[in-house]
């Protein structure tokens, strides 16, 4: 975990070191970040009083001996986490300026073809009743936080196998960074919902009259697309409101989620799915997303989790190799 934390430490201070020099305001810079970390420690407090229940329960199945000897790394863990969502929102925000957003008319364009000429935004409007829309929101907003918060911890809290708990923190950790921001940077864009005043037009003008009559517009979802919108166009120094598109971390951590969950076990499994299944279907409703933006989320999640269970073979049977020669 000590690797994990020297890491993220290093990505957070290039991060906020490149914030710095786009905006020249490194004293807003610093200012935004002790802001950010303070709001988050508020988050993972508030949600540790609703998930309390779970962690007494945890102290029965687990054991305090268990959970005491893995005090240190949860607390690294926890501090690497804050760090991480600090650095990740600076990166977001300078996108556009490292990249200008360019990848939009592809993304649209593919988007289409692969629903056999359709926009996948159409299809999900059709499907869903506006009032269920509406409902839904909540599971976008807020119980997506929680495993996008405190994942880790709650893997060090409620698993026992050392191998699996590793191996899943890695790939919490390389998801926001990698996903969240190499290969954001790299497809550059800011998703259908504001297509139209980024390239002009009406492609998307329909969506927009969807959003409106379902409710989305009026929902916080829409109160927060707004004022995405409007420190973009300002230019503002504000963590946590930058746009970026491709690819979609809502969708990856929920990937994340239902492949542990699925591999916990098979009770837990439905659960996971239809997690990842509300999450990926309220990406696209709500005009945040394409859903190829989904799509590689998801193949992202599970080839990171071939490659990183490749790795932990190929080191056991190293280290069984040495056994044997010892």
């Known amino acids: 975990m000590s690797i994990i934390f020297r890491g993220v430490l290093v990505y957070f201070l290039l991060s906020l070191a490149t914030m710095a020099l786009l905006y020249g305001n490194l004293e807003r810079a610093v200012y935004e970040a002790v802001v950010t970390g303070t709001d988050n420690v508020t988050i993972l407090t508030e949600i540790g009083f ?15 001996r268990i959970l005491r000897s893995r005090l240190a790394a949860m607390i690294v863990v926890v501090v690497s986490t804050v760090f991480l969502h600090m650095g990740f929102a600076f990166f977001k925000n300078a996108i556009p300026e490292l990249i200008p957003y360019h990848a939009d008319p592809v993304l649209a364009a593919a988007d289409r073809w692969l629903h056999a000429g359709v926009d996948p935004w159409r299809i999900f409007h059709d499907w869903l009743p506006p009032e269920w829309g509406r409902r839904l929101v909540v599971v976008y907003l807020m119980i997506w936080m929680i495993p996008a918060l405190t994942f880790p911890v709650l893997l060090m809290v409620f698993d026992r196998n050392h191998d699996r708990v590793s191996r899943y ?15 954001a940077l790299a497809g550059s864009s800011v998703g259908p919902v504001y297509y139209d005043r980024l390239l ?53 951590i929920a990937a994340l989620t239902a492949l542990y969950l699925t591999e916990r076990s098979r009770w837990l499994a439905p659960v996971g799915v239809v997690f990842l299944g509300v999450i990926f279907f309220m990406s696209v409703y709500t005009g945040y997303h394409y859903a190829l933006d989904g799509y590689f989320s998801i193949a992202a999640v599970l080839l990171g989790n071939r490659l990183l269970v490749r790795h932990q073979n190929r080191a056991s049977q190293a280290r069984m190799m040495q056994s044997i020669a010892a």
């Open 50 to 64: 609703w998930i309390a229940p779970l962690l007494v329960f945890s102290l029965v199945i687990v054991g305090w």
């Open 200 to 252: 002009g037009g009406d492609r998307f003008q329909d969506l927009m009259a969807a959003l409106q009559a379902s409710g989305i517009t009026q929902s916080p979802i829409g109160l927060i697309q707004e004022a995405l919108w409007r420190r973009f166009e300002g230019g503002m120094i504000e963590l946590g409101l930058g746009i970026s598109a491709f690819p979609s971390m809502h969708v990856a």
């Open 169 to 183: 923190v890695w790939l919490y950790f390389c998801s926001w960074i990698v996903l969240g921001n190499v290969w």
